[in-house]
């Protein structure tokens, strides 16, 4: 198991929305740092999350499973908030993009 941290959003778009969950991953700490290419390329990871949904007053789970080919090291994503003194603006077409 990975320990993960809850760190406050950049962008308060919503109150409910208050934190953003990450994991992160440097040479030292990384158990991927030491695979050798064909490993990362058979390599799945499982993410696993559950919060408390209290609107319906009941727990929630997501579950997702990221195969070796999708899995880029040593980028970062594109920023896809822009924050204005009078507006926010999200990119939706930079989600997916590396840098």
Same mark, same amino acid.
């Given at each position: ?86 507006? &926010?603006? &999200? ?9």
């Amino acid at each position: 198991m990975m320990d993960l941290a809850l760190v406050p959003a950049a962008v308060d778009l919503d109150q409910r929305a208050k934190s953003t969950l990450v994991h992160c991953l440097d040479a030292a700490s990384s158990p991927l740092a030491t695979l050798s290419d064909a490993e990362l390329h058979n390599l799945s990871l499982l993410a696993l999350c559950s919060g408390f949904d209290t609107t319906f007053f009941e727990t929630v789970y997501a579950r997702h499973m990221y195969f070796g080919p999708s899995i880029v090291l040593g980028r970062d994503f594109q920023d896809a908030v822009a924050l204005y003194p009078d507006r &926010v603006v &999200v990119d939706t077409a930079c989600f997916d993009s590396l840098i």
